[in-house]
């Protein structure tokens, strides 16, 4: 078949949650139209490697330990990937949302899903994500950042997080999916908290806690993007910790039963979000929901989020009119339309 676009779907990754991407790529493998799409499957293992040729998503799950994909390092991959028309990244946290994986196709020059190097860096990063969203006047809980140098000096801690009360949220900067996160609901538990998100990275977000319902909302686009439907997500624990995201147990509410207007604004917040931090192609935008005052908080952007067949992202857009095979088209097609905008004007500038 002539004229099919190649689509390299890469999975697995560095971060803990290696395994979640596979989940999603085999969605994503699925639903590619074969019509439109030639598909070329990408692994990256546990180590950084890149698995090329043969079924590296069976060798990653362990499925064919004989796969007759080559193992190579990424330098050696880049002009694998320099081959297709398009990347599409299906990798979460670290060495895949980050800006890390979007840079290295930058400079193989291959279009790809998702926001480009600066929105893929600060919408993974939750501090500056946070003070991204506060210049744009988007409503977050109060929020501290500490250094893990720093929190050996006591006085130093309480003094930074002097004026936020109990519980407290503490997390890595950097991560997704829950990992390293804690609730802390007293004094006595903060330390201990500390000292784990600190095993994660060196920059610890120390939040308010709210009791708060949590709304979700997929956003779809490149210069003009739209927002989805509004979901809710129904957690089964006594937050939306790594076990309550994947094991089954929390529920999702799509549509979310809320009002109108509260609706209304988290659409709205939610494509301001996506401006704010420069996404592209797909973001999936979450929020509290304050149950005692009813306010609307912003918690964060995912700039790939979930894509398993539960995942909140695919069922938002299936809700909001955009079946799954329709939904991977339109990113490839957005990927594409951007790599466009981007490179319209590229050489344009005279050299003096
Ligand atoms: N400030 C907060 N108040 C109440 N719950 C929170 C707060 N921050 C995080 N949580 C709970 O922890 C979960 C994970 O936090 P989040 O910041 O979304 O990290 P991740 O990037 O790992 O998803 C949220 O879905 C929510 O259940
Ligand atoms: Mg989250």
Not at 138 to 145: A, G, I, Q, S, T
Not at 204 to 213: K, S
Not at 242 to 256: E, N, T, V
Request: proline share 5%.
């Amino acid at each position: 078949m002539a004229g099919r676009i190649r689509v390299a779907v890469v999975f697995g990754g560095q971060s803990a949650e290696h395994s979640v991407s596979l989940q999603s790529a085999r969605f994503v493998l699925e639903a590619l139209d074969p019509a439109r799409f030639e598909v070329v499957p990408i692994g990256i293992t546990g180590e950084g490697r890149f698995l090329v040729g043969g079924d590296p998503l069976a060798r990653l799950t362990g499925g064919a330990p004989q796969s007759t994909s080559t193992e190579l390092a990424p330098a050696a991959a880049a002009e694998r990937v320099a081959g297709v028309d398009v990347v599409f990244p299906v990798l979460h946290g670290p060495h895949g949302e980050d800006g890390t994986l979007q840079g290295f196709l930058e400079l193989a020059g291959v279009p790809y899903v998702g926001a480009g190097v600066l929105g893929s860096a600060v919408g993974m990063d939750k501090a500056v994500m946070k003070m991204v969203f506060a210049q744009a006047g988007l409503p977050l809980v109060p929020w501290r950042l500490l250094l893990r140098s720093e929190l050996a000096d006591q006085e130093l801690v309480e003094g930074r997080l002097s004026g936020l009360s109990y519980p407290l949220f503490v997390k890595p900067a950097n991560m997704g999916s829950s990992v390293g996160i804690s609730r802390v609901s007293s004094a006595g538990e903060r330390a201990a908290a500390l000292a784990d998100a600190a095993r994660y990275d060196r920059r610890i977000v120390v939040e308010q806690g709210v009791d708060a319902r949590e709304l979700e909302c997929g956003v779809l686009g490149n210069e003009r993007p739209q927002a989805s439907v509004v979901g809710e997500v129904l957690a089964s624990g006594e937050f939306y910790d790594f076990q309550a995201k994947y094991d089954g147990s929390s529920g999702l509410k799509i549509p979310a039963e809320i009002d109108a207007a509260v609706a209304r604004e988290i659409r709205a917040h939610a494509v301001q979000a996506f401006q704010a931090v420069d996404a592209a192609g797909m973001a999936r935008v979450d929020f509290f929901l304050d149950r005692a005052s009813g306010r609307v908080y912003l918690n964060e952007i995912n700039t790939i989020p979930g894509f398993t067949r539960f995942s909140m992202f695919p069922l938002l857009w299936q809700a909001s009119g955009v079946d799954f095979p329709e939904l991977c088209t339109r990113l490839v097609d957005l990927a594409l339309a951007r790599h466009a905008e981007r490179n319209r004007g590229a050489g344009a500038e005279p050299v003096a």
